[in-house]
Structures are given as C-alpha cells and as structure tokens.
C-alpha cells in the first residue's frame, strides 16, 4: 500500500517537471552542433574499449548498430563535406 501511494505522489511531480522542461526547446542550430559534436566524438572512439572489455566491440554488435542508425539520420540532415 506503502509503494501505491508514494506512486500516486510521486507521479504527477514527475509529470510536472516533464511539461515544465519540455518548454525550453533549444534552437535547432544548437541541437545540429550538438549532434555534429556526438557524431564526431563517435568516429574518433570507435574502436576505443568500452564495459570493462578487453577488445572493442565487434562490428555487428548491436551497439554498434545504434551508432550507425544514429549517424545515417545525421547524415541526412547534416551539411558535413565528409558525408557526401
């Protein structure tokens, strides 16, 4: 009972704070260079060591498969030469 109505406390507080931050949208420049900083930080430690593991993760990982999703939108919408 304890966990139900903390539930129904906490809730509308995280509901709020959601609507609250939602009203501060960045610019889309500012998303654009955002997202140039993480494409580029990803290709320069692409290979890098990652959860303790003693080699990179393999190239089809689904890790991987993320990053590669996340970099075709990007180029989709980027103007960067290297993408082409």
């Given at each position: ?8 406390i ?8 959601g ?10 420049d ?24 003693d ?25 960067d030469?290297?993408?082409?």
């Amino acid at each position: 009972m304890m966990k139900f109505t903390s539930t129904l406390i906490l809730f509308p507080l995280i509901l709020v704070s959601g609507v609250v931050q939602a009203r501060e949208k960045p610019a889309p420049d500012q998303v654009a260079q955002a997202m140039q900083r993480v494409a580029d930080w990803q290709i320069a430690h692409f290979r890098d060591n990652y959860s303790h593991n003693d080699q990179p993760h393999a190239i089809g990982d689904w890790t991987n498969a993320a990053f590669y999703f996340g970099l075709l939108k990007w180029s989709n919408i980027s103007n960067d030469a290297r993408v082409g």
